[in-house]
């Protein structure tokens, strides 16, 4: 079965342009959760889908960033336009278990440096 | 808001010492779950404790919650090499029942010398 997939895996862009992450879950997985680590310091909790719905998003930072997941399935994450701060590696996770308890599973990230 | 702290930010030890790092919560947890995060890795799942006090071991790693569930360690016996990589424990704190948000601490970067 396949883990939780992520893409691009590393993305340069300079400030001001837009970039796009994408996440697979792993299948049947109706959590998904969308973190960040900033220059080795903790992850950050950006916020959460259960299914289509997004049942948490207190972590996004501004509304330069936008998730959606449309059906239920994949998600994406913009960001636009990009600053300098945004730099980081975003995590993408999915779980199984209903409301969200359980084990996280990580995608191997996506590393967005913006120049 | 929130916060989860872990200390030591760091440890190097020389392979065959023991290992702690500990992790504090502001606010009582519901359960707390442990991952590794190997270098240019990803976090993995290690383990989840939910009952206050709870101890759980695997191996050479012992997992304790604390009796207040605001706090909780992770214990390495005779480290190895293949230890190497952040520990992070992550609080999962409830909102009245709204959500179940996972909240990672600041994380515990290990070093082995052979």
């Known amino acids: 079965e396949a883990g939780v997939t992520q893409f691009p895996s590393h993305s340069v862009i300079e400030k001001g342009q837009t970039v796009t992450l994408r996440c697979d879950p792993i299948?049947?997985?109706?959590?998904l959760y969308w973190y960040r680590r900033v220059m080795g310091k903790e992850i950050k909790f950006l916020l959460h889908f259960v299914k289509e719905s997004k049942q948490d998003e207190s972590g996004m930072p501004n509304n330069r960033f936008l998730a959606e997941r449309t059906g239920g399935t994949y998600s994406t994450l913009k960001v636009q336009p990009a600053e300098l701060e945004d730099s980081g590696v975003y995590f993408c996770?999915?779980?199984?278990?209903?409301?969200?308890?359980?084990?996280?599973?990580f995608g191997e990230g996506s590393r967005l440096t913006v120049l | 808001g929130q916060q989860v702290m872990q200390i030591p930010q760091y440890q190097h030890v020389q392979e065959g010492e023991d290992f702690t790092t500990y992790c504090n919560s502001s606010t009582t947890l519901s359960n707390i779950q442990w991952y590794k995060q190997r270098p240019g890795g990803h976090p993995v799942f290690l383990i989840q404790?939910?009952?206050?006090?709870e101890v759980k071991k695997q191996k050479r790693l012992t997992f304790q919650f604390g009796e207040a569930k605001k706090n909780s360690s992770l214990h390495i016996t005779a480290t190895q090499t293949t230890d190497v990589g952040t520990y992070f424990c992550?609080?999962?704190?409830?909102?009245?029942?709204?959500?179940?948000?996972?909240?990672f601490g600041t994380g515990t970067l290990l070093a082995v010398q052979p």
């Open positions: 992550a609080g999962r704190m409830n909102y009245g029942g709204a959500t179940n948000k996972l909240i």
């Open positions: 996770a999915s779980s199984l278990s209903p409301g969200g308890i359980g084990e996280l599973f």
């Open positions: 299948s049947g997985h109706d959590n």
């Open positions: 404790l939910v009952k206050s006090g």
